[in-house]
């Protein structure tokens, strides 16, 4: 029995996913953006009380 | 590709989508906390300067109110001792007032009995001056009478003496007369009859021994001269009357002449006659030239 070959599908589901990839990954950019920018910080928890 | 991966495919996209719609939605519209914060800490920056500010000139007003608040209390404290002394003052002037009050009203009637006595006073002095102008044109009538009646005196004893002459002369001749009626009986009737002289000798009548009353002469000194009146040292007492001329006279002679017109006690005033110079105070006034 020889080994079952496989073979990445590329159709329109792909690309669907690909494009909500993108989505995602612009949104998390849009995210740490402003993150950044308003808070000089993407991770820590700004301490407001001094 | 089997047909669950396709759903799962779909699915997983749509809900990405939704999630991601969501996320980007939410930090679209989120509000920038940070600049929120920093904006309300200048804003209490600034409050907290401006309540220091505020402070600083609250405690400075203090201050200030404080130094004014001492101040008007010396002001006040002096003013208090002043409106007590003024008080003090007061009280003090108006127990002068009414002591004064009482001075016045004191003197007041003490004035008016003065007055009483000084008004009685003045009538009994007029009185006294008239009985006095009285008793002394009486006094003058009287003294008239008496140089009259002196005089009268000494001529009646001036006739008497004469008429005791008269009787002693008459007694010798008749005893002349009578030696010389007894010595014709006894000599014969060829001797001659002989004159005898009486020894007392006819003596002039009697005179008046003064002068009348009128013809006294009164002298005086002119006092004052007003105008065309002239007023002399002489009065009812020295036997001025009312008419009277006195003939002034200086050592140059004649000045003028006064007709009394008012006597008074001590003085007489008259009008100026027949004036040849002006009469001058201390000229001499006679009755007789």
């Known amino acids: ?50 | 590709m089997s047909t669950l991966t396709k759903i799962l495919i779909v699915l997983l996209s749509l809900l990405v989508i939704f999630l991601c719609g969501t996320i980007v939605t939410y930090v679209g519209t989120a509000t920038n906390y940070k600049a929120a914060y920093e904006n309300v800490e200048k804003e209490l920056m600034a409050s907290e300067k401006s309540s220091s500010q505020y402070q600083q000139q609250l405690e400075e007003k203090k201050i200030a109110m404080e130094a004014l608040n001492d101040k008007l209390d010396e002001e006040i404290a002096t003013i208090s001792s002043e409106r007590d002394q003024l008080k003090n003052d007061l009280r003090n002037a108006e127990r002068a007032k009414i002591a004064l009050d009482e001075k016045v009203q004191n003197l007041a009637s003490s004035a008016l009995k003065f007055e009483q006595t000084v008004g009685g006073m003045e009538e009994s002095l007029k009185t006294t001056r008239a009985e006095l102008d009285t008793a002394r044109a009486e006094g003058i009538k009287l003294s008239k009478n008496l140089n009259e009646i002196t005089a009268s005196l000494e001529q009646k004893m001036a006739q008497l003496s004469a008429l005791e002459d008269e009787r002693k002369r008459l007694l010798e001749e008749k005893a002349n007369m009578e030696n010389a009626m007894a010595g014709g009986n006894s000599v014969s009737s060829g001797t001659s009859a002989v004159v005898f002289e009486p020894v007392t000798q006819i003596q002039d009548s009697a005179m008046a021994a003064v002068e009348s009353a009128e013809e006294i002469s009164i002298d005086g000194v002119i006092t004052a001269i007003d105008g065309a009146m002239a007023t002399i040292s002489v009065g009812s007492a020295d036997g001025v009357q009312r008419g009277m001329i006195f003939h002034v006279v200086s050592n140059d002679g004649f000045l003028c002449d006064i007709k009394i017109t008012d006597v008074d006690t001590e003085v007489s005033a008259g009008a100026l006659q027949l004036v040849q110079r002006q009469p001058a105070v201390g000229n001499t006034a006679s009755t007789s030239w």
Not at chain 1, 34 to 40: H, L, M, P, S
């Open chain 1, 1 to 50: 029995m020889s080994p079952k070959k496989i073979e990445a599908s590329s159709n329109i589901y792909t690309a669907l996913l690909a494009l909500v990839c993108g989505i995602a990954g612009a949104t998390a950019g849009l995210v740490a953006y402003k993150c950044y920018f308003d808070y000089e910080t993407l991770f820590k928890i700004v301490n407001v009380f001094r």
